[in-house]
């Protein structure tokens, strides 16, 4: 036991008082008294599903990000399975991502039969390194997905370059970062195709949802099809015309979102802006308090890009600190901030491993960051004192800490 004096800290972990009464978490939606009385017009209108507020959140997304098209998924993962399959991903086929992701992006490529290969990200923003693609890229190469890790956009340009050089479609996994601008262009206007994911954690919440945004007809038709058992019209098309008879084209799922989820994407959209500059507003306080708190990386952020900031991953360096990356989690959590851990690399969860074989040490930039990464509470409901709080806790704790 350490001797403490009456002015010395004793952090929460050690049975001193936590700087918050009740957990923060990492993230959660906000709900307004329109989103609800939006749901509750659809509850009392004639379409629950595949409905007018289908085509009303799709229009109102698209021309949000600045794309020509925009088709709803059930969730964000339907959606990458979409893209994965309009995108032509077969067996045999291989396409190439980020290690350091949730393993939805990864898994949609083997959905489809194909094998994800996966490149080291950059060390800065832990998002894929063009380079580091372009050494990967082979005969069987159909697909690029690159991550917009944290909501920092990935280096599109010169992936898309890449991919247009060799024939391959970019699917950008933008779950994270709807919003954010790479070069002056919204995310959901640059890749082929690009995915958004409706979760509650995200900027825009329908409960499960999610969204492909494409400037390509072909795409788009594809997606539409594949989200609806590959059936070539809907239910409303079919009403609208007095027509019965469709036809089954392709092998399809059903992956439709439902009018009561589209109704609270839409009546969310109104926050979109609000809540995208009070992230900004957070990740900026936070930059500021940790800039120079000892042992502590904040994220980086590329002079051409505005971040959307769904997560703000630190990363804490051991060499600076008397304690590792799981004892400061556990002491987070002790004193009621929810901090949170973005990703363990997907290519060393076990069904990987065993399926693919792969030990750890395959790729080093994203292995590295993810021991040293903290993901603290960030959502756009966040109150000041909130914000204060996780800055208290993380400058209580890493200054018991410090070497
Ligand atoms: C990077 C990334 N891709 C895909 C997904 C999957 O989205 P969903 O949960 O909507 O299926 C998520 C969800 O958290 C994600 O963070």
């Known amino acids: 036991?350490?001797?403490?004096?009456?002015?010395?800290?004793?952090?929460?972990?050690?049975?001193?008082?936590?700087?918050?009464?009740?957990?923060?978490p990492y993230g959660r939606q906000s709900i307004s008294e329109d989103d609800i009385q939006a749901v509750a017009d659809v509850l009392r209108s004639d379409w629950l599903t595949t409905g007018p507020k289908v085509a009303e959140f799709e229009?109102?997304?698209?021309?949000?990000?600045?794309?020509?098209?925009?088709?709803?998924?059930?969730?964000?993962?339907?959606?990458?399975?979409?893209?994965?399959?309009?995108?032509?991903?077969?067996?045999?086929?291989?396409?190439?991502?980020?290690?350091?992701?949730?393993?939805?992006?990864?898994?949609c490529v083997l959905y489809q039969g194909a094998r994800p290969v996966f490149a080291d990200v950059s060390p800065d923003t832990l998002n894929l390194d063009p380079d580091r693609v372009a050494e990967r890229i082979g005969t069987n190469t159909r697909a690029v997905l690159p991550v917009d890790y944290a909501g920092h956009p990935a280096d599109l340009d010169p992936i898309v370059a890449l991919a247009d050089r060799h024939g391959l479609t970019v699917i950008e996994d933008a779950s994270h970062a709807l919003g954010a601008e790479y070069r002056g262009r919204r995310t959901g206007s640059i890749a082929h195709m690009s995915v958004f994911s409706f979760h509650p954690v995200k900027h825009l919440a329908t409960g499960e949802g999610g969204m492909v945004t494409t400037d390509r007809a072909d795409l788009a038709e594809s997606l539409r099809r594949f989200r609806n058992h590959g059936i070539s019209?809907?239910?409303?098309?079919?009403?609208?015309?007095?027509?019965?008879?469709?036809?089954?084209?392709?092998?399809?799922?059903?992956?439709?979102?439902?009018?009561?989820?589209?109704?609270?994407?839409?009546?969310?959209?109104?926050?979109?802006?609000?809540?995208?500059?009070?992230?900004?507003?957070i990740g900026a306080r936070y930059t500021a308090a940790f800039r120079d708190l000892s042992g502590v990386v904040t994220p980086s952020v590329r002079p051409n890009v505005n971040p959307a900031w769904h997560l703000y991953p630190i990363r804490v360096n051991p060499a600076q600190l008397n304690a590792d990356r799981a004892h400061i989690f556990r002491a987070l959590r002790a004193e009621n901030i929810g901090a949170n851990v973005h990703y363990i690399p997907v290519h060393l969860h076990p069904y990987y491993r065993d399926r693919f074989g792969y030990q750890g040490g395959e790729y080093p930039v994203a292995e590295a960051a993810y021991e040293q990464l903290i993901s603290l509470p960030m959502f756009h409901g966040m109150s000041d004192q909130d914000v204060q709080d996780v800055i208290a806790a993380l400058t209580k704790v890493m200054s018991y800490f410090a070497r």
């Open 1 to 24: 036991m350490r001797a403490t004096t009456t002015s010395e800290v004793v952090l929460a972990i050690d049975g001193g008082t936590p700087v918050r009464d009740k957990l923060l």
């Open 59 to 107: 229009e109102a997304l698209a021309a949000w990000v600045g794309a020509k098209h925009a088709v709803a998924f059930s969730s964000g993962t339907a959606a990458l399975h979409g893209a994965a399959f309009a995108a032509g991903l077969k067996p045999g086929d291989e396409a190439i991502t980020s290690p350091l992701t949730f393993a939805a992006t990864a898994n």
């Open 233 to 281: 019209s809907d239910a409303r098309q079919r009403h609208a015309s007095g027509q019965w008879h469709y036809e089954m084209v392709a092998l399809g799922f059903n992956y439709r979102l439902t009018d009561i989820a589209c109704a609270l994407g839409l009546s969310q959209m109104k926050g979109l802006e609000a809540n995208l500059a009070r992230r900004r507003e």
